[in-house]
């Protein structure tokens, strides 16, 4: 009961936000302010709408552009996305020091399969990070991924899933594609999975197979082609 309230709450006091913001558009401590309530809310395409605006009417500041790349990284699943890239770069230039920033452009540098510039990047940043900062432990997991030898998160026993289980899932669903044929967005979907595990040589196979597989559909192929935009294979475009 206590749990529901506190729900009601939160939901009565996202709309009197909503409510002035509506009234009060140019706001930009009102949109910084629901930003993140909208991430916790699971709402990842709401908060990179209002850290934009927040950006729009307070300006660009290292830790805004920071937020808001982040965002825009969980709206895609974890893609390190030009838009976001963007805004992370842009951050950098504030404040070269910034964590965030710095962490998700060496993601951005293994989606683009330039293996060896993220594991120097994500090793800086350790190297420059107190050992109990929270970020430590997610650096740690992703230079695990890239194939550097870490200690294994969690406690012994713990069930997790790894890098193998993840590419065993998109190697399912690859082949599937391949042998049954499928939608743009479940083509979009494997090229997106191909960027997020670094595989970038697969991801543009995976956009030119679409394309032949999908020849006849033109809404389908504009499916495809954006997201080969979002995710830089220019080498994939027709």
Known sequence: MQQRAGSLDLMSAVAQIESHLAQNPQDGRGWEVIAPVYLRMGRAEDAARAYEAAIRYLGPEANRLANYGEVLVLAKDG??????QAAFEEALKLEPALPKPRFYLARAAAQDGHADKARAAYAELLSASPADAPWTEAVKQELAALGEPQPAAGQQGEPQIGADDIARMVSGLAN??????????????????????GQRDKAVAAAQRARQALSQDDAALKTIDTMAQELKL???QP
Request: charged letters at 25%; a negative charge; glycine letters at 6%.
């Open 176 to 197: 599937r594609l391949e042998a049954q044929g499928g939608t743009a967005d479940e083509w979009a979907r494997l090229m997106r999975s191909y960027a997020v595990l």
């Open 234 to 236: 220019t080498d994939a």
């Open 79 to 84: 893609l390190v996305s030009a838009q976001a």
